[in-house]
């Protein structure tokens, strides 16, 4: 007795994806595995909206964070947030209290503020205020030989505002400046420093670490004394000297400038060597002496059939280098090597929050801090999950 099988033939709808699925190119199958990541996907919308968030902070903020002393009776208040009723009755236009301050004996003569709950202030929306540019390079170079000033795309329209006093959702600092408006900025700061870091640590290993591991021998020697010579510098040190011996006369975009590119200089050496390794070990591969024999250059057959093969590690140290250098300018803002007043960075921004009067009295200041925690966690975790994506031998099921 013969017993007989017969196979399923499949649907049309799964033939087309399995077509899909071996014709579909690199980039098409790292899309779809980081999808199924939920929370890369999480961390990669919160990475998205806080550098939107960022890039449109003028628009966002309804004062300007360089401007200090804008509302006299609000210095260092807490956080206020926009209510639609109250004892007095519901109002279809959100509002705020007016603020009154005096001085109390039981406070031991410190600034008391009180809320006024029969004077209100409206929220308006699509307000007035400060100027602004979208671009807005402005380069005063040491020594007075290269000076740019360029303004573009500027506008005075903000996204709220209210129509008598002001509103600061994050509350103020002793100084009187928006901590909210300074928050925004400060992130756009940090998105701006890790890119100029990155992009100078990434072009530096692809080269360095390229010509290492695809002709070896003596120049692979003398590039990795180099490297190993860079890996060696410590940063702080490094940092302390230079802040020394930094003139007080930059300006801040040229101290921005600087230590974005100090970053990225000493932070290139562990991708270099990760891409070295990989080169040495597939350049004997069948494939590589193939390209070789039909006459490509070195630098092309590293740019077309090397790196290509080295992606999803490519991609990771790109992601956590960017994290690492925020970091960075994030620690040496808050020792005041960094960055500093009037430039707005979240380490700049950290560096109040170490004091005890603070952790006491005004905590709102611990906000910028919970920013600079999710900005490095979205990174870490998009980061993970693109290397995932890109790895084809990945077997994680998410």
Same mark, same amino acid.
């Given at each position: 007795m013969k017993l007989f099988f017969w196979k399923k033939k499949p649907s049309g709808d799964m033939q087309q994806l399995k077509e899909a699925y071996f014709t579909a190119s690199q980039g098409q199958l790292i899309r779809?595995?980081? %999808? %199924?990541?939920? *929370? $890369? %996907?999480? $961390?990669?919308w919160v990475l998205t909206l806080m550098i939107l968030s960022g890039y449109f902070s003028d628009f966002l903020s309804p004062y300007s964070p360089d401007m200090s002393g804008r509302d006299k009776q609000y210095e260092n208040g807490p956080p206020q947030f926009p209510i639609f009723w109250d004892e007095n009755g519901f109002s279809a236009r959100p509002f705020l209290y007016t603020t009154e301050r005096y001085r109390s004996i039981e406070t031991n003569f410190r600034w008391v503020m009180t809320d006024n709950r029969d004077k209100r202030r409206y929220l308006e929306l699509w307000v007035d205020d400060w100027e602004y540019s979208y671009i807005d390079i402005s380069w005063n170079l040491p020594g007075d030989w290269f000076d740019v000033d360029i303004k573009a795309l500027t506008s005075t329209k903000h996204l709220f505002g209210m129509n008598e006093g002001g509103i600061h959702l994050f509350g103020t600092d002793k100084t009187g400046k928006d901590i909210f408006s300074r928050t925004l900025h400060a992130i756009y700061t940090s998105l701006a420093v890790g890119t100029l870091g990155v992009l100078i640590a990434f072009v530096l290993a692809l080269v360095i670490g390229g010509i290492s591991g695809y002709f070896g021998g003596w120049i692979d020697s003398v590039l990795q004394m180099f490297t190993d010579a860079i890996r060696t510098v410590p940063p702080i040190p490094l940092f302390m000297a230079f802040a020394a011996f930094m003139p007080?006369?930059? *300006? *801040?975009?040229?101290? !921005? !400038?600087?230590? $974005? *590119? &100090? +970053?990225? +200089?000493?932070?290139?050496?562990?991708l270099a060597r990760r891409i070295r390794t990989h080169l040495l070990t597939e350049r004997s591969q069948e494939y590589v002496l193939a390209a070789e024999l039909c006459g490509a250059k070195p630098g092309h057959v590293i740019r077309r059939h090397l790196l290509p093969s080295f992606t999803s590690y490519i991609i990771v140290d790109v992601m956590i280098t960017f994290p690492y250098v925020v970091r960075s300018e994030t620690a040496l803002s808050f020792i005041g090597l960094g960055l500093t007043d009037p430039v707005n960075s979240l380490g700049s921004l950290m560096q109040n929050v170490s004091k005890a009067d603070v952790l006491l009295n005004y905590q709102w200041y611990l906000i910028?801090?919970?920013?600079?925690? $999710? !900005? &490095? +966690?979205?990174? &870490?975790f998009v980061g993970d999950g693109l290397r995932d994506a890109a790895d084809p031998y990945s077997q994680t099921k998410k």
């Amino acid at each position: 007795m013969k017993l007989f099988f017969w196979k399923k033939k499949p649907s049309g709808d799964m033939q087309q994806l399995k077509e899909a699925y071996f014709t579909a190119s690199q980039g098409q199958l790292i899309r779809t595995r980081f %999808k %199924k990541n939920r *929370s $890369a %996907k999480i $961390a990669a919308w919160v990475l998205t909206l806080m550098i939107l968030s960022g890039y449109f902070s003028d628009f966002l903020s309804p004062y300007s964070p360089d401007m200090s002393g804008r509302d006299k009776q609000y210095e260092n208040g807490p956080p206020q947030f926009p209510i639609f009723w109250d004892e007095n009755g519901f109002s279809a236009r959100p509002f705020l209290y007016t603020t009154e301050r005096y001085r109390s004996i039981e406070t031991n003569f410190r600034w008391v503020m009180t809320d006024n709950r029969d004077k209100r202030r409206y929220l308006e929306l699509w307000v007035d205020d400060w100027e602004y540019s979208y671009i807005d390079i402005s380069w005063n170079l040491p020594g007075d030989w290269f000076d740019v000033d360029i303004k573009a795309l500027t506008s005075t329209k903000h996204l709220f505002g209210m129509n008598e006093g002001g509103i600061h959702l994050f509350g103020t600092d002793k100084t009187g400046k928006d901590i909210f408006s300074r928050t925004l900025h400060a992130i756009y700061t940090s998105l701006a420093v890790g890119t100029l870091g990155v992009l100078i640590a990434f072009v530096l290993a692809l080269v360095i670490g390229g010509i290492s591991g695809y002709f070896g021998g003596w120049i692979d020697s003398v590039l990795q004394m180099f490297t190993d010579a860079i890996r060696t510098v410590p940063p702080i040190p490094l940092f302390m000297a230079f802040a020394a011996f930094m003139p007080d006369t930059w *300006s *801040s975009e040229v101290r !921005f !400038f600087f230590i $974005a *590119s &100090v +970053l990225g +200089l000493i932070g290139w050496p562990t991708l270099a060597r990760r891409i070295r390794t990989h080169l040495l070990t597939e350049r004997s591969q069948e494939y590589v002496l193939a390209a070789e024999l039909c006459g490509a250059k070195p630098g092309h057959v590293i740019r077309r059939h090397l790196l290509p093969s080295f992606t999803s590690y490519i991609i990771v140290d790109v992601m956590i280098t960017f994290p690492y250098v925020v970091r960075s300018e994030t620690a040496l803002s808050f020792i005041g090597l960094g960055l500093t007043d009037p430039v707005n960075s979240l380490g700049s921004l950290m560096q109040n929050v170490s004091k005890a009067d603070v952790l006491l009295n005004y905590q709102w200041y611990l906000i910028p801090v919970i920013f600079f925690i $999710a !900005f &490095v +966690l979205a990174f &870490v975790f998009v980061g993970d999950g693109l290397r995932d994506a890109a790895d084809p031998y990945s077997q994680t099921k998410k």
